[in-house]
């Protein structure tokens, strides 16, 4: 009898035979494998972390740097996995953002996800929670494989310095570059070390590239060429085990260079900084005096599928548990004061008018 061969349409790739003992990486649907992206809430959001072979793009806010609350968590979950790392900024000494870098919680903080989950159990009245059914598994959890996975990151802690003294960190300056030649070759380098293959994969690469289209660049104000090279790079990344991650201030570029640089993202995230003093969106959500900043998913990477991402919710408050610990939550709308006179259940009945009808109930 012929061995059965497996089913291979269009819409799916036959890789059933890539195997990856590594801790580092998850499998995902339609053969797809993902790293984490070093947020727990975040890969959970995008349904597993970023997907292997994809380019993720982040749009910063001139006003706050929560693109390196981003940048930092993904760096430090590849150092701890010893995932080789390759990091570029237009900083004269790049080496020392290493010294910046969030450290793992100590055992000792593994109950914060146990406090987490309590917290939110308290907030959800006894009587309903049987409507909930039992709890799904989550990727805060920092038991068995889970952890090994994803690390919760103490921001107050710096990175032990013996995970980037070793020869798996290269760190690149682009502040005096004319061109982005050499941080292409440098990237073309870096990516020939984890070519995709059909056998098992052992390893997983990292990219980080900071501020790619800074005024302090020289290259900044060549549209065409800043284009040129992020296709070269997504062409460069779809044939290899690792995930580029790039900022970049989207004010500071034209609105077309701006579309085009979205455009070619396979995951696409910008952060916002939150006023301090905005008395209108403070009584619209709940919990906004611990918000930091905000996070939007304009975009899931879709490799090896050609069926659309659809996200339960798009924006997402950013919070410090404890000024130690991203998390990313849901926005919730404030309930409504009655006695506040300018709010939605003022008006009694369904036509939105103050006079009554025959339709209003």
Known sequence: MAATRARVSSFSRNVSTVTSQNPGLKHGPNGTMFISSGIPDLD????????LGSLVMVMEDPE???????????MSQGLVQKQPLLYASASRDPKSFLGTLPSPASPKGDNKSSDLSHEKDLRIAWQYKKYFGEPQLNLNTNNGGQHDYCNDFDLRK????????GNNVDCVSIKDSPNLTALQDCC?????????NEGSISSAGRIAIQSFCSPQCKYSNEEWHMLSFIRSLKGMARSSNAVIVVTFPPSLLPPSCS?????????LLS?????????????????????IGLLNVHKVARLNTQVPVILEATTFS??????????LEC???????????????????????????????
Request: net charge positive.
């Open 318 to 327: 950013i919070k410090l548990q404890k000024r130690r610990f991203l998390v």
């Open 44 to 51: 959970k959001i995008l349904g597993g972390g970023f997907s």
């Open 158 to 165: 710096p990175l032990d310095r013996h995970f980037f003294s």
């Open 64 to 74: 706050a740097p929560h693109h390196m609350l981003l940048l930092r968590n993904f």
């Open 188 to 196: 073309a380098g870096f990516l020939a070390k984890f070519s995709r």
């Open 271 to 291: 952060v916002k900084a939150i006023p301090d003093e905005d008395k209108e969106l403070a009584k619209l959500l709940t919990g906004y005096q611990d918000m």
């Open 259 to 267: 579309k085009r640089l979205q455009h070619m993202a396979d995951t």
């Open 331 to 361: 926005l919730n709308q404030a309930p409504v004061d009655g006695s506040s006179g300018s709010s939605y259940g003022t008006s009694g009945g369904c036509s939105g008018s103050t006079k009554a009808g025959p339709l209003d109930f």
